[in-house]
């Protein structure tokens, strides 16, 4: 039942678009939840990330297991995919992954400028997100949905050109060194 009156409270994240301004931030949205939720649904909120580790952590949510996994196979396959453009080697832990998401992968890759190709992969994560979306609107299940979609929508919008710049060039020199830890942590 908290859920209902949780749910019932969020604005809604559809429709919105660069220019609009957010009608709720992480940390009202947190604080709703932490309102609403039992202790272990907030533990699993706060687990909510949209850089998972590379080892897989389960979680008692199908929906974040989910978008943890398909982002970690989404890093991953753009870390196998650079490197072997670079000639470098690359242990991708002998993971395989379907062909819409090497098509996406190769696309972005393939993009000469770096924020428009971050564009790119942000519409492929919401996308993504958007498969996963639950039916039910008033389920715990929607609540992850609803905070991992609010956490790409404010990561979209703290892009600048200068920063991407310096990440871009951050990451990339951590790939020409060797050092990974940039690509996927």
């Known amino acids: 039942m908290a859920e209902y ?7 809604s994240l559809d ?12 940390e009202r949205f947190t604080e709703l939840c932490q309102r609403f939720l039992n202790k272990k649904r ?19 949510s199908s929906l974040i297991d989910s978008w ?17 453009k ?3 080697p690359f242990d991708s832990h002998n993971q395989s992954f379907s062909p819409a998401l090497l098509q996406a992968v190769r696309t972005a890759v393939e993009i000469d400028n770096p924020m428009e190709a971050e564009k790119f992969l ?8 958007e498969t996963l979306r639950p039916t039910d609107s008033f389920s715990d299940e929607f609540i992850f949905y609803y905070g991992l979609k609010l ?6 919008r703290k892009f600048d050109k200068q920063s991407g710049e310096n990440a871009y060039r951050k990451i990339y020199n951590s790939i020409m060194n060797e050092n990974r830890t940039e690509v996927i942590q």
């Open 15 to 26: 429709a919105i678009n660069e220019s609009t301004p957010l009608p709720i931030t992480s």
């Open 86 to 88: 670079l000639n470098k």
């Open 5 to 11: 009156y949780l749910i019932s409270q969020l604005p």
């Open 42 to 60: 907030q533990a699993e909120l706060e687990k909510l990330t949209l850089l998972p580790s590379k080892d897989s952590e389960k979680s008692t």
């Open 151 to 156: 956490k790409l929508i404010e990561r979209i």
């Open 122 to 129: 942000n519409k492929y994560r919401l996308d993504f997100l």
């Open 68 to 84: 943890n996994n398909g982002e970690r196979n989404l890093r991953l396959a753009l870390a196998k995919l650079r490197a072997d």
